[in-house]
């Protein structure tokens, strides 16, 4: 099946903080990873793949625009944020990873970043709660959002992480 993002690169910039000069060949594998990892659980497997399929088809309903222009958009944008801003400020290359730096601006330290990333990870989960609370209430209008079986992923309810506790 082909992959389709939920959201495209000029929606990321124009909701985020991120430059316009931002390459946007560098964001697309971020885009990719958040919707894996973090809004894949929440829409679950089957509920996911007919986002993927009525976005190539273009044959999404209103209410399944609605979700997506509403609840997923959103969430999917933050979440790429929390990945983005972890990763972003490096690049690998056959002489080893590299932090970059500006000529006319000041880089953040490694605090301020983490900072950065964590305002992004909780407004990622206000929409993600966001999200949950809707579909605990309108999931009969989504089929496929109950309808996983099996090893599939099912749609998580769970939308904090509070990190590890050791």
Request: glycine letters at 4%; hydrophobic letters at 35%.
């Amino acid at each position: 099946m082909a992959y389709q993002s939920f959201i495209d690169i000029p929606d990321l910039k124009r909701e985020s903080v991120l430059s316009g000069n931002v390459d946007a060949d560098k964001l697309k594998q971020w885009v990719r990873i958040a919707q894996d990892t973090h809004v894949r659980n929440l829409l679950g497997e089957d509920l996911f793949d007919r986002y993927q399929a009525g976005l190539i088809a273009a044959d999404l309903t209103a209410g399944e625009t609605t979700l997506l222009n509403d609840f997923i958009k959103p969430l999917t944008i933050h979440w790429c944020l929390v990945v983005v801003f972890e990763f972003l400020p490096y690049t690998a290359s056959s002489k080893g990873v590299f932090r970059h730096t500006s000529e006319n601006s000041e880089t953040t330290n490694k605090t301020e970043n983490d900072s950065l990333v964590e305002k992004h990870r909780n407004i990622a989960q206000h929409y993600s709660r966001r999200f949950v609370k809707y579909m605990k209430f309108n999931s009969s209008s989504f089929a496929e959002y109950t309808s996983n079986a099996d090893e599939e992923t099912k749609p998580s309810t769970s939308t904090d992480f509070g990190g590890w506790i050791l």
